[in-house]
Each structure stands twice: as C-alpha cells, then as structure tokens.
C-alpha cells in the first residue's frame, strides 16, 4: 500500500477508535501536578519557572482587568506548547495540524473576548469599526472592511497555526525522504541534505515554540481591545 505525504496528517486510529484524544491528552501527563509541597524535584521547579516567565510574557499587553484570563491563556499556551513539540518526535501525531481542531480553539475564545467587550464598553467596541475622522463617503465601505478584518481573525489563528506546522512537517518528511534515497547513490549529497535536515529539525522546534506563542499572544491582544 503506497502512501502519500498528508497521510501523517491523517487521524490515527486503533480497531477503528480515533486516538487524537489521546494525543491531546498526553501533554497534560508532563505538566507538575500538585502536591504537598509546591517544589519536589528540579525539573518541576524547571517547568514552574518557565510557566512563570509565560504568563508574565502573557499578561504584559494587559491590564489588571485582563489577568482574570491568566489562567485560560497560559494553559492554552502549554498546551499548544507541548502539543506542538511532541508532534516532532518520530511516529508521533500532531494534533494542531488539524484545521478544525484549531479552529475550535481560536473561534470560542475570540468569540469571548468579542462578546467581553460588547458587555462592558459597546460604544468602544464598536467604534473600532469605524476609526476617527473618516470621511463620509468612505464610513460604509470602511464599516465593511473593519466588520470583515473582524470576523476573519479566528479563521486566521487557526490557517496560521496549520499551515506553519503542515508546512515544516512537509520539508521533514521530503528532506529525510532525500536523506535515505541518495544513501546508496550519492553518499555525499545525503550526507549534505542530512545537515540541511538537522538544521530544518532545529528550526521547526523553534516555529513549534513561536507559533503557540503567537497564537496565545494574539488573543491577549484581541482581549486587550475589548477590556
């Protein structure tokens, strides 16, 4: 049976029982849970510190009316975090490559902040649409630009993150798909296209690591608007 390259972006299954949840589940086993002590060991005072150093990156573009939301945004941000990185191991499936899936995240939590600023400032959230001084001839187009560049942010998160993570796991598989064909042949080139693989594996961990934030940051910001 041939496969294709999208085929790892395929749910997996076992006995014909989806295993995403499971995928998704999984990262939670490697956060600290807690205890009677707030510190056991060094690599949970390690995990600690940097949910720490996430949530004040986090909280920066927000106010005290924001920090309401710390909880939300930094377990969203580990776990698209460790979600990510976990999808580079070998035979390992990658659930944020899943359109829908991230969808589902950006969509409700957008929709909140949407729905936070109409509650408590309308009149501010509104005139978001509309910015100062705009000539009269141009309010009606504006007004439908600004309602569209609205509606469209949640489908943004989610294409950005998809298409990040699809794309670099892509470049993986064919490189080390180039990597082993010219073993036998050319020794040399698979040699070069090895390190290039190398270097391609270092730069998706860190557009793993920058895609969770930028995600999580954008919806700070979104919040920030509406606060």
Do not use: C
Not at 102 to 131: D, E, I, Y
Not at 212 to 225: C, D, G, K, P, T
């Amino acid at each position: 049976m041939s496969l294709s390259f999208f085929d790892q972006f395929s749910s997996p299954s076992l006995l014909g029982i989806p295993l995403i949840l499971i995928a998704m589940v999984f990262p939670a086993l490697l956060l600290p849970s807690p205890g009677n002590r707030w510190i056991n060991n060094r690599l949970s005072t390690l995990q600690l510190w940097f949910i720490n150093l996430i949530t004040k990156q986090l909280m920066i573009p927000l106010d005290k009316k924001g920090h309401k939301w710390a909880l939300i945004l930094t377990s969203l941000m580990m776990f698209l975090l460790l979600t990510n990185l976990l999808g580079l191991l070998p035979y390992t499936f990658t659930p944020t490559t899943q359109l829908s899936m991230n969808l589902a995240l950006a969509f409700p939590l957008w929709l909140a902040t949407l729905l936070t600023g109409l509650r408590n400032q309308p009149s501010v959230s509104l005139g978001h649409l509309l910015p100062e001084g705009t000539p009269t001839l141009l309010i009606p187009a504006l007004i439908l630009i600004e309602t569209t560049s609205l509606l469209i942010r949640p489908l943004a998160l989610g294409v950005r993150l998809t298409a990040n993570l699809t794309a670099g796991h892509l470049l993986i598989q064919l490189i080390s798909t180039a990597t082993t064909t010219l073993m036998t042949t050319m020794p040399v080139v698979s040699l070069l296209t090895l390190a290039v693989l190398l270097l391609l594996t270092i730069l998706e961990v860190a557009v793993a690591m920058i895609q969770a934030y930028v995600f999580v940051l954008l919806l700070s910001l979104y919040l920030q608007e509406n606060i």
